[in-house]
């Protein structure tokens, strides 16, 4: 029976209007299945979602999709197949491994990253341009001017090619811009003040840390799989938080602002779940040869 803390997030994912269950899945993927080789037997993946809540139908489903889309591929080993991560799905996670397992944000260059639409786009285009964007933590100044502190330009453009949208690439334009002004001026506070709502990312972080807080008192009560079930989940929320965080310079941040907090959190939170949780999938994840796949690389370097 998972403690207070793992239930309330379990009972908050299923109040949602609609679960996000290939997103789930990719979590899972990335964080407990990605370090085991990358490939694990549906079945097996079916037994670890349904202790999120999710039923084989659904999961079925939902790898459908993530096949369609390309994030996972299939290898049938006689009546039983293995999905993996292809090497598109791959390279999407360990992009936001990069930020998510960091034990804090970069440092920043004093340099901004742009992509400018350049020419006509229908407003269809445009609004599937500005999502893609936005999930890369990508600010908006303009319908036709996009922003970033830090972001690597040909990564992003690479990742709206393998979002479906190499159409788009023809009628953008990267560029790099420095304020000649020595430090963080005012200009650069009314930019950020302009391409990002820095109260809404404050207050996600801060749900997070209320919800996440009280595990701090339950860890050593939690069996292997609450372990997994709390691990996934908190790697999940702040996976969601993070990606549409421009992870900004602290110097241009407002006061008390919580998301190192929520990462100090989350790092604390994941070493002390990550010797159960192994454990855990030790005993469930397999191929579809009945193997057990072993991890490639220290977990806890995670977060390092």
């Known amino acids: ?133 936005r999930w890369q933590g990508f600010g908006e100044l303009s319908p036709s001017n996009f922003v970033h502190p830090g972001a690597d330009l040909q990564e992003s453009l690479n990742a709206l090619r393998s979002e479906g949208l190499a159409e788009f690439l023809p009628k953008l334009l990267p560029l790099m811009a420095r304020n000649p002004l020595s430090g963080p001026s005012a200009n650069d506070s009314a930019l950020v003040q302009n391409a990002w709502n820095l109260e809404l990312l404050a207050q996600d972080y801060s749900d997070f840390l209320s919800s996440y807080a009280p595990l701090l008192t339950e860890l050593d009560d939690l069996d292997g799989e609450a372990a997994f079930v709390a691990r996934t989940l908190m790697i999940h929320d702040f996976r969601r938080i ?41 005993q469930q994840l397999q191929l579809a040869s009945g193997e057990v796949p072993e991890v490639s690389a220290p977990l806890s370097q995670r977060f390092a």
């Open 1 to 133: 029976m998972p403690l207070p803390t793992v239930q309330r997030r379990l009972d908050a994912l299923h109040q949602q209007s609609r679960i996000a269950a290939g997103s789930l899945i990719v979590t899972v993927f990335g964080d407990a299945v990605l370090p085991r080789g990358g490939a694990v037997w549906l079945g097996s993946l079916i037994a670890l979602m349904q202790t999120l809540g999710l039923n084989e139908r659904l999961v079925r489903t939902s790898v459908f999709r993530l096949v369609k889309d390309e994030w996972l591929q299939t290898e049938t080993q006689g009546r039983r197949a293995n999905y993996h991560l292809t090497a598109t799905g791959q390279r999407r996670f360990e992009d936001a491994s990069r930020h998510i397992y960091a034990a804090q944000a970069p440092t920043w260059d004093h340099q901004w990253r742009m992509v400018m639409l350049v020419g006509e786009m229908d407003t269809r285009k445009r609004e599937a341009l500005r999502r893609a964007l």
């Open 242 to 282: 993070l990606l549409r965080d421009p992870e900004l310079p602290a110097e241009l941040l407002p006061t008390k602002w919580p998301g190192q907090q929520a990462r100090d959190l989350c790092r604390f939170l994941y070493r002390g779940l990550l010797g159960a949780s192994e454990a855990y999938l030790d």
